[in-house]
């Protein structure tokens, strides 16, 4: 804190023009001026918001150090707008003004504003954020637009402002000389400092809500699932193509990287397949295109889809989840939309006010998510037996935490933490270690808490903060005293289930936590995995590990649907069909062996007797399936179709009684017919042999097991019955013939 007194002695000191000099650069903040364009200053409404923030986050110093006194009750707006945009330059401008607040008050003392006027205490908060803005214009006029309704508090510190222009340069002059500083931002820790160049370079992330880009269902059966599970799969037709294709008619075009890049460019997350990442400058161009106000992109933190992604990776169909200080509704509408696929319900406690309802539902409306479930109880006083609670298996817990791995705590803030305490801790880089003992405290009565809820299976407890008393020593400790009382399996530590994707992350991973540094492309995250066995007299079902394999992308844009009854029944008379056909094969196996012992007897028969005439291609495919050449045609390139006589019945009688040689077995095949296209043989005379044996059709048989290379025979379709065939056949193309077997 500077000393008043001590301030203007040392301005006594100082010669005039140098002071007037300084003036003039008055509170630039270390910004340089090139290229951006000059502030005109705020709305009066967004002031009285920061003034109230401000009122409320501010550091409160004991009696001996009090300078100004800060009133208790809060400015009346006139209009309470519910735009992101008005909210974030009014929690922007109150943060700025925080983590000034000494040096604001001091210049406000050294510029005699502070005590001789008659201010009103509840005007001190208004006049700190003013008077940041103020000196950010470089003392320079607001400039108010036509239509704006003014407010009359706001009015009268402006005024105020204004008359001391001067002497609040010049003071200002001062503070910087004293801490020999080119510009107050050099004042500030250099933890945030650091903070601050960070955010300033911090990409901003957008999930997909693939719940509004979906066209058709498909369903899709395989013979695997079919035969197999009796499971049908749906193909959801949705590609993140679609959101793609707009954005590159917008004019941005994807790219790998989009770190130190000024154009309009996105990239896809390598831990989260669908998380895009924008450079940060296009905030203002982005929230005013139609994916984000159709919700078909949404902006949000990526230790949120973090920690989301890591649940739906342990999730099983049918598990419910339970969703601990969610903070931002939108990781409540990112768990709803990873789960589409199942039919889980998300689960969400903390939630007391019945106000909130109405919003909340037209809010998961607009987002098109249906399986969320509300409760009113905190999760400290919900019993672990609760009868809507025991589908649950998976507790998603995001405690209240510290937050120092945040880089943009104002946008943490607007999307995921409504606490603005969070704010104070950032403005001064760090947390006083009883703050800290109280949050680690409360960290691990709720880990503790969830690991007593007997039918869960996992807990994810994930934070933003870089100290290790927030993250490993709370899972080390709820591990080590966890109640092992109960029938179930013990809790233990598990290995991330996100992708590692950088060697950095596999060496900060090797304690089996998933840890992310804050750095100029990311906050700061850290996630545990606790798991247990289940119960022993539990099955996993085939259905729980193609759940479990679809949650880890295995089975990317397939949906694991109930079998319907009409597939029950095709299960059924499937299985009588096989039934049916173990006794076919018994059946088939006898008509071979009846057919093997026909074969041999006409066999034995057709040694006594003279080959029967040649009968033509139609016959042969007319006749029996039984029937089994003889013998070959004289010539060996003609076949011959014999026609087998029957024997007498001593005759078959005997060879029904003779038992037949290992090496004698046959196993009768069915004769097939293959029709082929035209083949055209390499002839030395083109009136040869083609003009008697025409090349239409093909017919392959098989004889015998060991002679299963079929043969491919021309059929003399033009000779007459009892012909025989002519023999000019060129011998060059003669073959010798294959014995039948």
């Known amino acids: 804190m500077l000393n008043s007194t001590g301030e203007l002695e040392f301005s006594s000191e100082e010669n005039p023009e140098i002071i007037s000099q300084l003036a003039s650069l008055a509170l630039c903040g270390g910004k340089s001026s090139a290229g951006v364009p000059e502030k005109t200053g705020y709305p009066d409404s967004v002031y009285v918001m920061a003034a109230n923030i401000f009122q409320g986050i501010r550091i409160e110093k004991s009696a001996q150090k009090v300078l100004i006194k800060y009133g208790n009750e809060p400015l009346r707006s006139l209009s309470e707008s519910e735009d992101q945009s008005f909210r974030r330059l009014s929690y922007e401008l109150a943060f700025s003004a925080l983590k000034y607040q000494d040096i604001l008050e001091t210049i406000l003392i050294d510029s005699c504003i502070f005590p001789s006027t008659t201010i009103p205490d509840h005007l001190s908060s208004l006049i700190i954020v003013m008077l940041y803005d103020f000196q950010d214009r470089k003392f320079q006029t607001r400039v108010l637009s036509d239509n704006e309704e003014s407010i009359s508090e706001v009015q009268e510190v402006e005024n105020l402002l204004n008359s001391f222009k001067i002497k609040l340069a010049a003071a200002l002059a001062r503070c910087r000389i004293k801490h020999d500083a080119l510009s107050i931002y050099h004042i500030l820790p250099e933890t945030v400092r650091k903070q601050e160049l960070r955010a300033s370079t911090l990409p901003l992330y957008a999930w997909i809500n693939t719940y509004k880009i979906r066209k058709k269902v498909l369903v899709v059966s395989t013979f695997l699932m079919y035969y197999i599970c009796n499971y049908k799969l749906m193909l959801y037709i949705y590609s993140p193509e679609e959101v793609y294709s707009n954005l590159k008619r917008r004019g941005y075009h994807k790219v790998k990287s989009v770190l130190h890049i000024d154009d309009k460019v996105f990239a896809v997350d390598q831990h989260c397949y669908d998380v895009l990442i924008f450079p940060s400058h296009l905030k203002n161009d982005l929230i005013n295109i139609d994916l984000f106000k159709d919700y078909k992109l949404i902006f949000q933190d990526k230790s949120r889809s973090l920690a989301v992604h890591s649940v739906k990776a342990l999730l099983n169909m049918d598990d419910d989840i339970l969703m601990v200080n969610t903070g931002s509704w939108y990781t409540v509408a990112h768990m709803s939309v990873l789960t589409n696929n199942n039919t889980s319900k998300v689960f969400v406690c903390g939630v007391q006010s019945q106000a909130k ?58 999307n995921e933490h409504e606490d603005t305490e969070f704010l104070r801790d950032h403005s001064q880089g760090g947390i006083s270690e009883d703050k800290l003992h109280i949050l680690a405290q409360q960290q691990y009565e709720q880990l503790t808490h969830a690991m007593k809820f007997t039918k869960a299976q996992a807990v994810v407890y994930c934070t933003c903060s870089v100290y290790p008393e927030e993250n490993e020593a709370v899972v080390k400790k709820a591990l080590e005293f966890q109640d092992l009382g109960n029938k179930v399996q013990p809790y233990r530590l598990s290995p991330p289930v ?157 060879a029904h009684f003779m038992r037949p040689r290992p090496e004698d077995r046959m196993v009768a095949l069915k004769p097939v017919e293959i029709v082929l296209p035209p083949v055209f043989m390499p002839f030395s005379s083109p009136q040869g042999f083609r003009s008697q044996v025409p090349a239409q059709h093909f017919y392959c048989r098989w004889v015998a097991p060991k002679a299963l290379v079929p043969t491919c025979l021309p059929t003399p379709s033009l000779a007459r019955k009892g012909e025989k065939p002519k023999d000019d056949t060129p011998s060059s193309l003669l073959r010798p013939s294959r014995p039948w077997l």
């Not at 905190?378 to 649950?392: A, G, T, Y």
């Not at 995250?525 to 022993?536: A, G, V, W």
């Not at 539990?538 to 295995?554: C, F, H």
């Open 357 to 414: 309802d109405p919003d909340l539902k037209t809010l998961f409306t607009k987002m098109g998510c249906k399986n969320i479930e509300i409760l009113r109880e905190l999760f400290i006083n919900i019993e672990s037996k609760d009868h809507r609670l025991q589908k649950v298996k998976v507790i998603l817990l995001l405690p209240r935490c510290s937050g120092l791995g945040v880089s943009n705590p104002v946008e943490f803030i607007l």
């Open 498 to 654: 996100l992708p590692l994707c950088s060697l950095k992350e596999i060496q900060l991973s090797t304690d089996k936590f998933f840890r992310m540094e804050p750095s100029e492309i990311t906050n700061g995250c850290f996630i545990s995995i606790l798991t247990r066995e289940r119960d022993p007299s539990e099955t996993v079902s085939v259905k729980d590990v193609l759940a479990r394999a679809a949650a880890k992308g295995l089975l990317e844009g397939i949906e694991l649907g109930k079998s319907s009854k009409r597939e029950k029944k095709k299960k059924k008379s499937k299985t009588s069909l096989t039934k049916a056909a173990t006794t076919d094969n018994s059946i088939q196996m006898k008509i071979a062996e009846f057919l093997n012992r026909e074969t041999k007897a006409s066999a034995n028969l057709s040694e006594t007797k003279p080959p029967l005439p040649q009968k033509n291609t139609a016959q042969v495919g007319a006749s029996s399936q039984t029937r089994k050449p003889n013998k070959l045609a004289p010539h060996p390139t003609v076949p011959t179709f014999m026609k087998s006589t029957c024997p007498s019945r001593l005759r078959e009688r005997q």
